[in-house]
């Protein structure tokens, strides 16, 4: 059998499948010719158009044609439509011959490039042709055409992407959000601006496209999500040398076991904050078929509680359910998770020693525990975070900056002057709606406060520095637990250094974790804690109608203001008081709030702006002490715009 005839039959081949696909489109409501880059462009116009050259172009990013013209001789996949006798079938079964012979085809096509995606100006039947034979790539000369600079999060995207093709080369990822080429890149031990060797381009473009396969072997292929950005999440997990030592099989097991969190991560308002502690509705079969007698329970903490009182806060909660529920559970505790191996090794041992339930009570602990959940799915995880995108787990934490409210008003009635000092812990989520809340506590008593605000997360001695600068009432960070040692000895809370240089306790926050776990594990023993869909992540962020917060005040503190900070919390508790149900001006004079509305959680919780009677500001990531950066690296307010941490490399 010839070219020729060999061609003819494959196009009647083609053809088929471009039918086939436009009767789909046409029932799906789609459009079923090639997309057209003049009716996609902006009406505004484009910033410039740039010559990138010679280019082996991804062949499934080729997605449309630059003008109009015949769009109607193809399916939107380039499958030809036009009869086999037309003078296009002609042309076609000449390429594909051309293709089938000795020489190909080695004329490249001349293509538009636009958002990462391929407009073809001159080359449509040859597109049509290799695609037709499943080539991986067609050689192309290639313009760039720039959208106008926007803070649009898909051009800034772009932007980076410009930067990440100068040294790569590579068109196989297209982000759409901004921040996630330089989280590639750092799986990858390198960081924007590296030169790529050839063995790396190929290393990657292999490693990616065996990742793609087990995607779409997984995914449904209408869902809005993209292969590279659930590669982002797999690598969180694992190394990526892994992606060339998996079978096949086991790389589509490991993309299946995370599906659920990778459809969570890529929705922008997947994670639902529950800030009540209210009874799950548990119906009458679940309590039949879901209620247990027994459980067991672990608690798996960085260090030992020793050596940290946010651990023994944690163990006192730990203490609270086994007085709370007695034989109905076994609890063990396991210490020393300082690093991801020894934490993972640890919920490994708790896991194997047959722990139900397991409590990892710290941010940084969230890349094991969700390694654990995926690979234990009928374990319950939750770990001690907030605004965490991950269905498998749950997360949990305390609504602080309602007590912060009320030792504001404290610290306003008991400074003899206007000035109040803050000492904050991090720059997290929930930390500036607790300086806030102080700030506007303290206008509340003091109309005049001024909150000079200095970090502990910071190098320096800001209570020394305070008290040599004349301030006397300073908020410090919160009791971990309901001690009264933690107020006295003022290294907790707030406080006041009176004229004879003694420090006088006035009032704390405090965090009473075993109110969250007594919920916890109430809730799972009645039968309720249903496993989430996959389309939401859950995060428990309680208050004081919890108990999860409260405050403990001085003895020493005046009667009239003892009443105060007892009708608050009634207020604070019951909801009929709201810390920033008020007109709120930021230092940058911008009104947040004009005294109308309340905030939702969700803003409340993502605050990155402090209250006009502040003064400071809130640090930048590089400023940070590095025994912080864990932490904030978890639950910073900007940790979108940090880039991973170099963690693994080429081989």
Same mark, same amino acid.
């Given at each position: 059998m010839d070219n020729i005839t060999m061609a003819t039959d494959e196009y009647i081949h083609a053809l088929h499948k471009g039918q086939k696909e436009y009767r789909e489109l046409l029932m799906a409501g789609k459009t079923p010719y090639p997309a057209v880059l003049d009716d996609i462009l902006p009406e505004g116009g484009t910033e410039s158009i740039v010559d990138v050259g010679l280019v082996e172009i991804p062949a499934e990013r080729i997605v449309g044609v630059k003008s109009a013209g015949r769009i109607t001789a193809?399916?939107?996949?380039?499958?030809?439509?036009?009869?086999?006798?037309?003078?296009?079938?002609?042309?076609?079964?000449?390429?594909?011959?051309?293709?089938?012979?000795?020489?190909?085809?080695?004329?490249?096509?001349?293509?538009?490039?636009?958002?990462?995606?391929?407009?073809?100006?001159?080359?449509?039947?040859?597109?049509?042709?290799?695609?037709?034979?499943?080539?991986?790539?067609?050689?192309?000369?290639?313009?760039?055409?720039?959208?106008?600079?926007?803070?649009?999060?898909?051009?800034?995207?772009?932007?980076?992407?410009?930067?990440?093709?100068?040294?790569?080369?590579?068109?196989?990822?297209?982000?759409?959000?901004?921040?996630?080429?330089?989280?590639?890149?750092?799986?990858?031990?390198?960081?924007?601006?590296?030169?790529?060797?050839?063995?790396?381009?190929?290393?990657?473009?292999?490693?990616?496209?065996?990742?793609?396969?087990?995607?779409?072997?997984?995914?449904?292929?209408?869902?809005?999500?993209?292969?590279?950005?659930?590669?982002?999440?797999?690598?969180?997990?694992?190394?990526?040398?892994?992606?060339?030592?998996?079978?096949?099989?086991?790389?589509?097991?490991?993309?299946?076991?995370?599906?659920?969190?990778?459809?969570?991560?890529?929705?922008?308002?997947?994670?639902?904050?529950?800030?009540?502690?209210?009874?799950?509705?548990?119906?009458?079969?679940?309590?039949? =078929?879901?209620?247990?007698?027994?459980?067991?329970?672990?608690?798996?903490?960085?260090?030992?509680?020793?050596?940290?009182?946010?651990?023994?806060?944690?163990?006192?909660?730990?203490?609270?359910?086994?007085?709370?529920?007695?034989?109905?559970?076994?609890?063990?505790?396991?210490?020393?998770?300082?690093?991801?191996?020894?934490?993972?090794?640890?919920?490994?041992?708790?896991?194997?020693?047959?722990?139900?339930?397991?409590?990892?009570?710290?941010?940084?602990?969230?890349?094991?525990? =969700?390694?654990?959940?995926?690979?234990?799915?009928?374990?319950?995880?939750?770990?001690?975070?907030?605004?965490?995108?991950y269905s498998s787990i749950r997360t949990y934490y305390g609504r602080i900056f309602e007590a912060k409210f009320i030792t504001g008003a404290v610290a306003g009635a008991m400074a003899g002057t206007d000035r109040i000092g803050y000492i904050a812990s991090y720059p997290i989520f929930g930390v500036p709606a607790s300086i806030n809340a102080f700030a506007l506590g303290a206008l509340l008593t003091n109309p005049r406060a001024q909150i000079e605000l200095r970090w502990s997360c910071l190098p320096g001695t800001p209570q020394a520095d305070f008290l040599a600068d004349g301030i006397r009432v300073i908020s410090n960070r919160d009791a971990p637990v309901q001690s009264k040692m933690y107020l006295d000895f003022c290294n907790y809370g707030t406080y006041l250094a009176n004229d004879r240089g003694e420090m006088v306790p006035l009032a704390t926050p405090i965090w009473s974790w075993g109110k969250f776990y007594e919920f916890a594990i109430r809730s799972i023993l009645i039968g309720g804690w249903k496993k989430e869909t996959g389309e939401t992540a859950l995060n428990y962020w309680l208050g004081m109608d919890s108990g999860v917060i409260d405050v403990t005040v001085s003895d020493k503190l005046p009667e009239g203001l003892r009443q105060l900070t007892a009708i608050l919390k009634r207020g604070l508790s019951d909801g009929s008081i709201d810390p920033f149900f008020r007109k709120i001006v930021a230092q940058d004079g911008s009104v947040k709030n004009d005294g109308t509305s309340h905030f939702t959680p969700s803003q409340v919780l993502h605050m990155d702006w402090l209250c006009g009677n502040i003064i400071g500001e809130i640090p930048a990531y590089e400023d940070i002490l590095p025994v912080s950066k864990a932490t904030v690296r978890e639950l910073g307010i900007y940790r979108d715009a940090l880039p991973a941490e170099k963690e693994t490399y080429f081989q």
């Amino acid at each position: 059998m010839d070219n020729i005839t060999m061609a003819t039959d494959e196009y009647i081949h083609a053809l088929h499948k471009g039918q086939k696909e436009y009767r789909e489109l046409l029932m799906a409501g789609k459009t079923p010719y090639p997309a057209v880059l003049d009716d996609i462009l902006p009406e505004g116009g484009t910033e410039s158009i740039v010559d990138v050259g010679l280019v082996e172009i991804p062949a499934e990013r080729i997605v449309g044609v630059k003008s109009a013209g015949r769009i109607t001789a193809f399916s939107a996949s380039f499958h030809p439509l036009l009869d086999s006798k037309s003078e296009f079938a002609i042309k076609w079964v000449n390429l594909c011959a051309a293709h089938l012979g000795d020489t190909g085809i080695t004329d490249p096509i001349l293509c538009y490039e636009y958002l990462g995606s391929f407009y073809v100006q001159e080359g449509n039947k040859r597109v049509s042709v290799l695609r037709h034979f499943g080539c991986p790539g067609i050689p192309g000369n290639v313009k760039r055409i720039l959208p106008p600079q926007s803070d649009d999060p898909r051009i800034r995207a772009y932007y980076e992407f410009i930067d990440f093709y100068k040294t790569s080369k590579l068109y196989c990822v297209q982000f759409r959000r901004p921040g996630d080429y330089a989280k590639l890149l750092t799986h990858l031990g390198k960081k924007m601006g590296d030169p790529w060797t050839d063995a790396e381009k190929r290393t990657f473009s292999a490693y990616f496209h065996y990742f793609r396969d087990a995607f779409f072997a997984v995914s449904a292929r209408d869902q809005d999500i993209l292969p590279e950005e659930a590669l982002l999440l797999w690598l969180e997990l694992y190394p990526f040398q892994d992606l060339g030592q998996l079978s096949a099989d086991l790389l589509k097991k490991s993309v299946a076991a995370l599906w659920k969190d990778i459809v969570t991560t890529t929705k922008g308002d997947a994670v639902k904050v529950e800030t009540k502690a209210a009874k799950e509705d548990v119906s009458f079969l679940s309590r039949f =078929l879901d209620r247990t007698d027994f459980l067991t329970v672990a608690f798996v903490h960085q260090l030992q509680a020793s050596e940290s009182a946010w651990v023994m806060g944690h163990e006192n909660g730990r203490k609270h359910i086994e007085e709370v529920f007695g034989d109905r559970i076994q609890v063990r505790s396991y210490f020393g998770a300082s690093t991801p191996d020894l934490a993972e090794t640890l919920i490994e041992q708790a896991v194997a020693e047959g722990a139900q339930v397991i409590f990892t009570t710290a941010p940084p602990l969230i890349r094991a525990t =969700l390694k654990a959940a995926v690979k234990y799915p009928k374990v319950r995880f939750l770990n001690c975070s907030v605004d965490k995108p991950y269905s498998s787990i749950r997360t949990y934490y305390g609504r602080i900056f309602e007590a912060k409210f009320i030792t504001g008003a404290v610290a306003g009635a008991m400074a003899g002057t206007d000035r109040i000092g803050y000492i904050a812990s991090y720059p997290i989520f929930g930390v500036p709606a607790s300086i806030n809340a102080f700030a506007l506590g303290a206008l509340l008593t003091n109309p005049r406060a001024q909150i000079e605000l200095r970090w502990s997360c910071l190098p320096g001695t800001p209570q020394a520095d305070f008290l040599a600068d004349g301030i006397r009432v300073i908020s410090n960070r919160d009791a971990p637990v309901q001690s009264k040692m933690y107020l006295d000895f003022c290294n907790y809370g707030t406080y006041l250094a009176n004229d004879r240089g003694e420090m006088v306790p006035l009032a704390t926050p405090i965090w009473s974790w075993g109110k969250f776990y007594e919920f916890a594990i109430r809730s799972i023993l009645i039968g309720g804690w249903k496993k989430e869909t996959g389309e939401t992540a859950l995060n428990y962020w309680l208050g004081m109608d919890s108990g999860v917060i409260d405050v403990t005040v001085s003895d020493k503190l005046p009667e009239g203001l003892r009443q105060l900070t007892a009708i608050l919390k009634r207020g604070l508790s019951d909801g009929s008081i709201d810390p920033f149900f008020r007109k709120i001006v930021a230092q940058d004079g911008s009104v947040k709030n004009d005294g109308t509305s309340h905030f939702t959680p969700s803003q409340v919780l993502h605050m990155d702006w402090l209250c006009g009677n502040i003064i400071g500001e809130i640090p930048a990531y590089e400023d940070i002490l590095p025994v912080s950066k864990a932490t904030v690296r978890e639950l910073g307010i900007y940790r979108d715009a940090l880039p991973a941490e170099k963690e693994t490399y080429f081989q």
